[in-house]
């Protein structure tokens, strides 16, 4: 308690404004809702006009903060119906929906997300507590159950960690194919209260010596292969750099809460990438995680998924700050166009900042008064 009335006393210092109020949080929401989801509870991304399950995922999580329950059980049902054959307490979702071609519409790509799955069962399981609903609890522990026994992998020496999805992470030989972003220190913390059986605790657990291992100077990748036989982490196939799956290592890792075991050794070990953006005044495009190399400008997402994590590190964040401002459009969307991963990464990022929604120690969603 003593943490969070700090966090809002420091919004009030010179300096320290949101970059977002509650209010302008809602506004922002509501566009959301009317540019990217669907009156039948699809999220769509308008390149290509597919539909992820982490959009899903991500989509019933804002729901949840603003306590939209008639858009969360919209996203619900339509993501059970469409990408989990009915059923999410039998079957992971699909990750990827989309035209099949013509006129037919459908399941682009079975494989789950490891990710959008735990995010979407956390959801659930929040959901239950908060709106005092048990339908959404059990389905998202059933949720739990298959993620638990499908998307887990045991990685020695570290422990549990993520795999991407049902299939996909195995390369052969004893090599797996891992994305650090998958992993978020409050849903596993969240999930091992809600789930004590479970791998959650354990995967809470290996995250700050995994992520040090993974960005020795501060910068994640955005993929990287463990190799189990050697018990060493190899570049991706596709190479070692950190982008647009990596930013949102940073962001979880703002997003934490200082008090919750394990941060504040996630937010050192990132701090080389949140040290660079505050010297540069501007996140860049993609990092060289191995010798620091820095290239481009990363678009307006990028800039409001740094702002928790320099604001927990105490680092100057008023250019960010500023060109996340200077990107608002009237409707509340961001950037121009306004591209439908910017305004996730920026929902999370100014919704933590703004007091709309914070994780207290333990993971719990705590809303605030911009939930109405």
Request: with cysteine; hydrophobic share 45%.
């Amino acid at each position: 308690m003593r943490a969070w009335i700090l966090a809002l006393l420091v919004l009030l210092l010179p300096g320290c404004a949101p970059a977002a109020s509650p209010a302008e949080w809602q506004t922002s929401w509501r566009a959301y809702k009317k540019e990217f989801l669907s009156p039948d509870g699809r999220v769509v991304d308008p390149l290509g006009l597919v539909t992820t399950s982490e959009g899903q995922a991500y989509g019933m999580f804002f729901a949840l903060v603003a306590d939209d329950r008639a858009a969360f059980d919209k996203l619900l049902a339509w993501t059970q119906s469409n990408l989990a054959g009915g059923d999410l307490s039998r079957q992971l979702p699909a990750w990827r929906w989309g035209q099949l071609g013509g006129e037919r519409w459908g399941v682009l790509d079975e494989n789950s997300a490891s990710d959008a799955d735990l995010w979407m069962a956390y959801a659930l399981i929040e959901a239950e507590r908060l709106w005092k609903q048990p339908r959404y609890g059990q389905l998202g522990r059933a949720l739990l159950d298959l993620i638990a026994r499908d998307e887990v992998l045991l990685l020695p020496p570290w422990g549990p960690t993520l795999m991407l999805g049902r299939v996909g992470s195995s390369q052969g030989e004893g090599r797996y194919l891992l994305n650090p972003s998958y992993l978020t220190l409050p849903l596993f913390l969240r999930l091992a209260e809600a789930d004590p059986a479970g791998p959650w605790q354990g995967l809470a657990d290996a995250m700050p010596a995994f992520l040090a291992k993974l960005a020795p100077i501060g910068l994640a990748p955005d993929w990287v292969i463990y190799n189990a036989a050697q018990q060493r982490f190899e570049g991706a196939p596709s190479g070692r750099s950190g982008s647009y799956d990596a930013i949102r290592v940073y962001l979880w890792a703002g997003l934490s809460h200082p008090a919750s075991p394990g941060a504040p050794a996630i937010s050192q070990t990132l701090k080389g990438m949140a040290q660079a953006v505050a010297r540069h005044g501007q996140v860049p495009r993609e990092v060289d995680p191995s010798d620091g190399s820095l290239r481009g400008q990363g678009p307006v997402g990028f800039s409001a998924a740094l702002l928790p994590l320099l604001r927990q590190l105490g680092l100057a964040d008023g250019p960010l700050q500023q060109d996340v401002k200077r990107q608002r459009q009237k409707s509340g969307l961001y950037g121009q166009p306004a591209m439908y991963y910017d305004q996730n990464l920026a929902l999370f990022a100014l919704g933590h900042l703004g007091g709309v929604y914070r994780f207290d120690a333990q993971g719990r969603l705590q809303r605030g008064g911009g939930a109405r």
